[in-house]
T-cell receptor
């Protein structure tokens, strides 16, 4: 079955260390997104990509980096420059263009990753 | 940019109706979504509006007015399991940027 897979579910980061969260989808979606969620808060957009080899900064990109070398994959690296990385991270993918107007349920989320600084 | 505003919290009684409002400002509107989210889980799709008017799905309905930059989610016959956070999200047409509001926590009391 098609879907979107995030890993790992739980991750611990030491001070000064970079860590990478994986996001893979086999839905043939063009657009992919990374969000951060802090307790009791909404989803804040970190980075997004609407096509391979292209991505844009979201609202809170500082301290994060991404790549989009393949359509299926959109990994997120939390760098040591991100001073407060402890949060719940969600990856999502979506159809774009005309397809999004035909059916609303076009955004698929991964199960999320919990990142904690130790 | 995109600004999306919704109330922080709402409380209602089991069996009642609650309306969650969402106002937005965006350059190039391409649709508005409502999601339900329980703590520590991924959001669950509830509704999508791209044209003005009301979309009804069982106990949940969503309304959109593009000229006013306004939407609401109506939850009828509230059940205890409806206690959750409800997220309003807007997608932009030129680059498909998908932004979420901060969410509205709904608490259903017996």
């Amino acid at each position: 079955d098609g879907g979107i897979t995030q890993s790992p579910k739980y991750l611990f980061r030491k001070e000064g260390q970079n860590v990478t969260l994986s996001c893979e989808q086999n839905l043939n979606h063009d657009a992919m997104y990374w969000y951060r969620q802090d307790p009791g808060q909404g989803l804040r957009l970190i980075y997004y990509s609407q096509i391979v080899n292209d991505f844009q900064k979201g609202d809170i990109a500082e301290g994060y980096s991404v790549s989009r070398e393949k359509k299926e994959s959109f990994p997120l690296t939390v760098t040591s420059a991100q001073k407060n990385p402890t949060a719940f991270y969600l990856c999502a993918s979506s159809m774009v263009g005309r397809a999004i107007k035909l059916s609303g349920n076009t955004i698929y989320f991964g199960e999320g990753s919990w990142l904690t600084v130790v | 940019g995109q600004n999306i505003d919704q109330p922080t919290e709402m409380t209602a009684t089991e069996g009642a109706i609650v309306q969650i409002n969402c106002t937005y400002q965006t350059s190039g509107f391409n649709g508005l979504f409502w999601y339900q989210q329980h703590a520590g889980e991924a959001p669950t799709f509830l509704s999508y509006n791209v044209l003005d008017g009301l979309e009804e799905k069982g106990r949940f309905s969503s309304f959109l007015s593009r000229s006013k930059g306004y939407s609401y989610l109506l939850l009828k016959e509230l059940q205890m399991k409806d206690s959750a956070s409800y997220l309003c999200a807007v997608v932009r047409s030129n680059d498909y940027k998908l932004s979420f509001g901060a969410g509205t926590t709904v608490t259903v009391r017996a």
